[in-house]
């Protein structure tokens, strides 16, 4: 015979594992907003688009218990040492998510200084709000710009906060993620991070009697996003073709790279996954500890691998303490929690916009003048655009991160919407601006969109 046990256990596995199915598959095709419903909390996001980056804030008006584990080997928190003091009073206001590695943390400070003037207006000045702050590396390689979420994001993302939403995808604190580069081939230039591919922000809510959880996560990892059915989730920067191997086959195939075991890193490294368990179940802080260790360690299922010496991985978990359930252990809320996080990682990956059309007709030579130039990128790169007998082509010079090697010529294949893609695995596409049709390309966009990376003709 079943003990109660047992059939909650029962209950959560065919409901998690047949619900979240469908789930999963519907936010890989397109980019999403979770809704459900939770009180004393508001989640805000703000973005700057010359990044672009982001911050994400969720919002605790009335305070929360918080605890935390903190295993990446690369980590940047603020505040983060609180939540190992034991406190079971509810010390936690605001916990925000950044993009901008070590910079990004200002944003956290903006929260803060934001609630100083809500409370301010209330009449309540003497209050000190409590916030923790995470980051992601979201700059380096993968984009030129250099801006990074500040205090005037921070109190932008807090006073857009609204309750019971939570953008999935490029939003926020994933508007630049990116994960999987631990598998990237080495020694083969640009066209190696072709299978760089983008992540994001994700979420996955529960409720179990009167209990309610939430998941939200950022992944930015070193590792590959895994399904249930132990298939990579993405593996291609600009393509969702769906032919990703399995990570046994990806496992079986990789080659130990030299450049992961250096000794010589200089300054953060690149990858993070941050993570945000909330709940209303009252429990003590020992178990709320042991809810946030948990679940962090089942987190290596959908990431692989997970917590590396080069990943800041940061959960932090919370309870508004509003409710008791008497029928839902500790080790229960934290088995259901964990299978909760696994679909917020799922949900994570964005919505890739379909590629352009290569066209058959070729531009005549007349018309491929108004795009020949030299566009600027920050940092000094350069991107030289030429008329090769009536074939546009691109060389770079400097620095060409993920996207050109230096000195190499590129083929720009004209499509639709007067858009090109770049001959080369990757399949960036190239956008050229102009006031006017007709006119001269004032500026360059590689990958329109939700990364998009600018550049100024000279």
């Known amino acids: 015979m079943l003990n109660r046990r047992s059939i909650i256990i029962i209950t959560l596995l065919v409901g998690f594992f047949y619900s979240s199915k469908g789930q999963t598959n519907k936010w ?68 925000v998510f950044s993009g901008g590695s070590w910079f990004g943390l200002s944003a956290a400070t903006g929260v803060a200084n934001e609630i100083k003037n809500i409370n301010a207006k209330e009449g309540n000045v003497d209050r000190v709000p409590g916030v923790l702050g995470a980051i992601i590396f979201d700059i380096g390689r993968r984009r030129f710009s250099r801006i990074t979420p500040d205090d005037e994001l921070g109190r932008a993302a807090l006073n857009s906060a609204k309750p019971n939403w939570f953008p999935l995808g490029a939003k926020g604190a994933g508007r630049f993620a990116m994960q999987g580069s631990y598998y990237i081939p080495e020694d083969k230039g640009a066209d190696s991070y072709a299978s760089f591919p983008h992540s994001g922000q994700g979420g996955a809510f529960a409720t179990i009697g009167k209990t309610k959880i939430a998941v939200f996560t950022v992944v930015n990892a070193l590792g590959a996003i895994v399904d249930r059915n132990g298939k990579v989730v993405r593996c291609h920067r600009n393509s969702t073709d769906g032919n990703c191997p399995t990570i046994e086959e990806l496992i079986k195939s990789f080659k130990i790279s030299k450049q992961l075991n250096s000794k010589d890193t200089i300054g953060p490294t690149e990858n993070t996954t941050l993570t945000l368990v909330v709940t209303n179940q009252k429990m003590p802080f020992w178990a709320l500890q042991r809810l946030a ?85 920050y940092g000094g790169g350069q991107l030289v655009v030429s008329d090769n007998n009536s074939v546009l082509t691109a060389k770079f010079k400097g620095n060409g991160r993920i996207y050109f090697d230096e000195n ?35 500026s360059i966009t590689i990958n329109p969109g939700a990364w998009h990376i600018e550049a100024i003709r000279n």
């Open 408 to 442: 190499r010529e590129y083929q720009l294949k004209p499509c639709d919407n007067g858009l090109f893609i770049i001959d080369a695995p990757a399949q960036d596409v190239i956008r050229f601006n102009q006031l006017k049709e007709g006119t001269n390309a004032t």
């Open 28 to 95: 890989l095709r397109k980019d999403s907003t979770l809704k459900f419903e939770f009180s004393d909390m508001s989640i805000g996001v703000a973005e700057n688009e010359e990044g672009p980056t982001g911050t994400t804030v969720f919002y605790f008006p009335k305070g929360v218990m918080a605890a935390g584990d903190i295993r990446g080997g690369a980590t940047g928190t603020l505040n983060s040492s609180v939540v190992a003091n034991a406190y079971e009073d509810r010390k936690i206001n605001a916990v």
């Open 293 to 377: 260790t948990q679940v962090h360690t089942s987190m290596g299922r959908g990431i692989q691998p997970f917590a590396t010496q080069f990943d800041g991985d940061v959960l932090y978990a919370v309870t508004t303490n509003e409710i008791d359930n008497p029928n839902l252990s500790p080790i229960d809320l934290s088995f259901a929690a964990s299978e909760l996080a696994w679909d917020a990682i799922l949900n994570s990956v964005p919505q890739i916009p379909t590629l352009p059309k290569v066209t058959e007709s070729i531009n005549k030579p007349k018309s491929l003048k108004q795009y020949v130039g030299i566009y600027n990128f």
